[in-house]
């Protein structure tokens, strides 16, 4: 049984610091493409930032790109991406996907889907 598991969201002033974490297990993680996604209220999901196997190629929105950092532990079966700098329109939930598509990080590439960390930057 596929498990991703997602944590280190929380409350944070804006201009602060989070790094999330996402661990995973039930496949073989070396495998896998990964990526973080977020929605926040009202709006759609949208890739935020992907990485391909071997954890050596990025993909990175606009919006964050300079500010987020993506990464990944194959040994540890972990995914982490570091937020910096954070912005009120940061503020959604964010989710961890283990799947394919890294280069796009378009979400219908992804198959294996955590039940998400909130992240709330405040003004």
């Known amino acids: 049984q596929v498990q991703v598991v997602e944590s280190g969201g929380g409350l944070v002033q804006a201009g602060g610091s989070l790094r999330l974490s996402c661990t995973v297990s039930g496949l073989p993680f070396e495998d896998y493409a990964m990526g973080w996604f977020r929605q926040a209220p009202g709006k759609e999901r949208e890739g935020v930032s992907c990485i391909s196997r071997g954890g050596v190629s990025t993909y990175y929105s606009e919006s964050v790109k300079g500010r987020f950092t993506i990464s990944k532990d194959n040994y540890k079966n972990t995914l982490y991406l570091q937020l910096n700098s954070l912005k009120p329109e940061d503020t959604a939930m964010y989710y961890c996907?283990?799947?394919?598509?890294?280069?796009?990080?378009?979400?219908?590439?992804?198959?294996?889907w955590g039940q998400g960390t909130p992240v709330n930057v405040s003004s």
């Open positions: 996907a283990a799947g394919a598509g890294w280069a796009t990080c378009r979400s219908s590439t992804f198959g294996m």
